[in-house]
């Protein structure tokens, strides 16, 4: 495959779909819904020969499960991008209406990014995600998975473009991206390519960033922690850490780290070990929390651990100042949360974790754009840019200004005679 040429096309398709309406957009996401139902039988046979192989290969059995895409993923995926039609239009949405003087007026309106790539992990699902969002949000997209998917994600790309195609979209506007070689080359398209977003390890993230003149959007862990404050209820404490960690422990927004202030540990150490150990999570303890239950003795490496399996450390600290000071110099800044009663206790926390989601008495695995009602999402963003948090409709735009004038120049506004600006706000949507 041609990288540099596929590019090419998703920028001039990322033109026209800018001018694309919402009914033609929703459209081609219920064609593309009903597509992936017409074509369950041969998508399932695809997934099963890249089941089959990681099976073989002895892939992690966390990682075989984010691989797999049965009947209920089709169903829970389709239900996905029918919940994203319902959603507004996130293009050509009014910011903020200014009149600068008499009859010229500027208007900062939503309009999209353009051509985005995007490299992610072997999660099939994602790839449907990631382009219904770029379709919705009418930019083009790169698409490159992991490889263990590779029967699965060529199968959907070719269902999901075939069905978008037909229904109004512009050719070019998906391209599936299938070898290493194919991202080294994406990394030097900067001017084709407007936004890349990694989803992977660390290294990779960080590989990403160091090697591209394109903007990247990402993160690259998620050492999520959960804090049990003092004045924490032990039930709900309970079942909010076992929810973070064991849920599905395979993913960025699963809890790794457990905090727990020092005047509850006693207390609540002997519950959350035997709810834990019940899901067969091994428990890595510092040494107070190891004179309190019997774990394995956690290292300095576990607090900069993300595990993504059935484990966790555990921390007893003797303050929130210290469990704060503790997710700040270890967390990926990704979502941390807090069990407390006391709400003072809770705005500290939610003000002094920097972290881009902070949860009070929830589960971390809320950190996710689906429930957040984003319509699914493109990636979590770390990073202090214009989106941070679960990346969904709202990260794919961007903005323009447009100004409408009636003949207005700057030469009549400067000198000893100038004219004066009014800069007065404006209660009205952009139109011509």
């Known amino acids: 495959m041609n990288i540099e040429l596929a590019a090419s096309k998703a920028k001039n398709a990322a033109i026209r779909m800018a001018a694309l309406k919402s009914d033609l957009k929703n459209a081609a996401l219920e064609a593309v819904a009903q597509a992936l139902v017409n074509n369950e039988d041969a998508i399932i046979a695809a997934n099963t020969r890249d089941l089959e192989a990681a099976k073989k290969a002895d892939l992690a059995p966390a990682l075989q499960k984010r691989l797999k895409f049965d009947c209920a993923k089709i169903k829970e995926t389709c239900d996905g991008l029918r919940s994203l039609i319902n959603l507004p239009e996130p293009v050509g949405q009014t910011l903020s209406a200014t009149e600068l003087t008499k009859g010229l007026e500027l208007y900062k309106v939503t309009s999209p990014i353009g051509v985005i790539g995007v490299i992610f992990e072997s999660r099939p699902d994602a790839l449907v995600q990631i382009s219904s969002l770029c379709l919705k949000s009418s930019n083009a997209c790169l698409l490159k998975g992991g490889a263990e998917a590779a029967n699965t994600n060529r199968i959907l790309a070719d269902t999901i473009y075939k069905a978008s195609v037909s229904a109004g979209l512009p050719e070019g506007w998906l391209t599936l991206v299938e070898t290493r070689q194919g991202v080294m080359d994406m990394l030097k398209l900067d001017r084709s390519i407007d936004l890349l977003i990694p989803r992977g390890s660390n290294e990779f993230v960080r590989y990403i960033m160091d090697n591209t003149n394109i903007p990247v959007m990402g993160h690259a862990a998620g050492i999520c922690h959960v804090y049990i404050d003092k004045s924490a209820d032990l039930d709900m404490a309970v079942n909010i850490t076992v929810d973070s960690k064991c849920q599905y422990t395979a993913v960025c927004n699963a809890a790794e780290t457990l905090l727990v202030h020092e005047l509850i540990a006693p207390a609540f150490l002997p519950r959350i070990k035997a709810a834990l150990q019940e899901k067969g999570v091994e428990i890595r ?70 972290s881009a989601d902070v949860f009070w008495n929830a589960s971390t695995r809320f950190a996710d754009g689906f429930r957040f009602g984003l319509g699914a999402e493109v990636g979590i963003s770390t990073s202090k840019i214009h989106a941070r948090g679960p990346v969904g409709l709202e990260g794919l735009v961007i903005y323009k200004y447009k100004l409408i004038g009636t003949g207005q120049i700057v030469a009549d506004y400067t000198g000893p005679n100038a004219k004066k600006y009014t800069h007065a706000p404006l209660k009205k949507d952009f139109e011509l």
Request: aromatic share 6%; net charge negative; charged share 25%.
């Open 285 to 354: 303890g510092d040494d107070r929390t190891c004179g309190i239950i019997t774990a394995n003795h956690a290292t300095d490496e576990d607090w900069a651990t993300e595990y993504l399996d059935s484990i966790i450390s555990i921390k007893v600290v003797p303050n929130i100042a210290a469990a704060i000071d503790h997710i700040n110099t270890y967390s990926s800044k990704h979502t941390d949360a807090i069990v407390t009663a006391d709400k003072a206790a809770a705005a500290q926390f939610m003000e002094m974790v920097d």
